[in-house]
């Protein structure tokens, strides 16, 4: 049974920085990609970026490149996103997924299992 627990969201004001975590259980996850959406109120969940476990590559959404960055820690199987810059835009809540395979697919409906999401709010 995978499980995936996301922690780290809050409040922050424009500009700073958070650090979300994705601790995974339950499987061997050298053969997945991970992935990182987020919903906003009102809007479809969106891909904020993702990364193939065994090689660390990653892949980014436009709107984040350049402020967000996506790791792992093997030894704890947990993956992370840190956000630095953030803007108020970028408030929603933010869900940790994974599924197997090496492509980091980029469409909420490609990712078999999902974490319950963290909130992150931003104030300007």
């Known amino acids: 049974q995978v499980q995936l627990v996301e922690s780290g969201g809050g409040l922050v004001q424009a500009g700073g920085s958070l650090r979300l975590s994705c601790a995974a259980s339950?499987?061997?996850?050298?053969?997945?990609?991970m992935g990182w959406f987020r919903q906003a109120p009102g809007k479809e969940r969106e891909f904020v970026g993702g990364?193939?476990?065994?090689?660390?590559?990653?892949i980014y959404a436009d709107s984040v490149k350049g402020r967000f960055t996506i790791s792992r820690d093997n030894a704890k199987n947990t993956v992370y996103l840190q956000m630095n810059s953030l803007k108020p835009e970028d408030t929603a809540v933010y869900y940790c997924?994974?599924?197997?395979?090496?492509?980091?697919?980029?469409?909420?409906?490609?990712?078999?299992?999902w974490g319950q999401g963290t909130q992150v709010t931003v104030s300007s």
């Open positions: 339950g499987r061997t996850f050298s053969s997945y990609t």
């Open positions: 990364m193939r476990w065994s090689s660390g590559s990653t």
């Open positions: 997924a994974a599924r197997p395979g090496r492509r980091i697919a980029g469409t909420r409906d490609e990712y078999n299992f």
